[in-house]
């Protein structure tokens, strides 16, 4: 049965390359990278791979959301309110960072760690709210499954499943599992941006006539109501499909900081540097990985 009208082309492709972030680790950053600096409301798409002693320790985050979902291994996160949790394989950190946060990342098992991180932009009138946390473990993320397709949705809605994540910027980000034949039509709101980043196996996305895809590629969808994909090889095709709506407001970064004016910004690292109007508790607090 054919639910999309107009199926969304893919009007960008980009190997993401590793590059070391934080102290000795490894990402791959799609969104954020040079020729994809913003796709708004995402500023940032790393695929991370860290192994202990390495890691992201002690950083500061204001303005946006940081949500990470883990591959392989554990992360374990750590903050200056003493806030404390270990994300392990398929867990959900959805953290909203609003007026600030300061935190370490750290592995938290041997062997490599390996997870997504993706940075949503805050709208200018969420970007000073208290910082949030919606955690989840694997076992509690809805899944469905259907003809082949196996989808986790972190948040927004699939195969007739919702995510209880609540999504200030308006956000979907499902996990797709799609065995040999499986062809997949998942409907999207028409005025959100949306990309695939591709995890394992091949696929065809857009058309049945594209050439295939394979992992640790990023595609940026065009206009339409939805995605198709197709899985036309013999292994398995994972993927994660993320929308947004745009904010179309201005954006002023300074690495872990994303305002609208260049003023917020100076203001902000201000705030940082004398622990004020937020950052009040980074004055005294270091994260026992600190080493
Ligand atoms: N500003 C800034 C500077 C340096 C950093 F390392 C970081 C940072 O923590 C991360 C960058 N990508 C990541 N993926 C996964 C995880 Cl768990 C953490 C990060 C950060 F935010
Ligand atoms: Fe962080």
């Known amino acids: ?50 192994t202990a002693p390495a890691g992201f320790p002690d950083h500061p985050h ?15 996160h750590e903050d200056f309110e003493g806030h ?37 932009n805050l709208s200018s009138k969420h970007k000073m709210i208290e910082p949030r946390y919606q955690e989840m473990m694997s076992k509690d993320i809805a899944e469905a499954a259907q003809d082949g397709i196996k989808v986790r949705v972190i948040a927004g809605e699939a195969l ?8 200030r910027t308006p956000t979907m980000y499902l996990d797709f599992t799609l065995k040999p034949g499986a062809h997949l039509q998942q409907p999207i709101p028409k005025s959100w941006n949306a990309f695939v980043y591709v995890l394992e196996g091949e696929g065809m996305f857009g058309s049945s006539k594209s050439l295939p895809v394979t992992g640790h590629h990023l595609l940026l969808l065009g206009s339409g109501d939805g995605l198709e994909a197709w899985n036309k090889s013999s292994k398995t095709l994972r993927f994660i499909l993320v929308g947004g709506e745009p904010l179309g407001e201005p954006l002023v970064q300074f690495g872990p900081f994303v305002m609208n004016t260049q003023e917020e910004i100076d203001q902000t690292i201000d705030d940082f540097e004398n622990y004020a109007n937020g950052f009040e508790k980074a004055r005294h607090w270091r994260s026992e990985s600190a080493l």
């Open 1 to 50: 049965a054919t639910i999309l009208n107009e199926p969304r082309l893919v009007v960008r492709k980009f190997l993401a390359r590793p590059q070391h972030e934080g102290l000795g680790a490894i990402v791959r950053r799609s969104i954020g990278r040079f020729e994809l600096k913003y796709f708004d409301p995402f500023l940032v798409l790393d695929e991370f791979s860290v």
């Open 62 to 76: 204001r303005g946006f959301e940081t949500v990470t979902y883990m591959l392989q291994g554990a992360v374990t």
């Open 84 to 120: 404390k949790g270990t994300i392990g394989a398929g867990d959900l950190q959805w953290m909203t960072a609003g007026k600030g946060i300061v935190h370490s990342e750290m592995p938290a098992a041997q062997g490599t760690q390996k997870g997504l991180q993706l940075w949503i």
């Open 160 to 167: 007739g499943t919702k995510s209880p994540i609540y999504t």
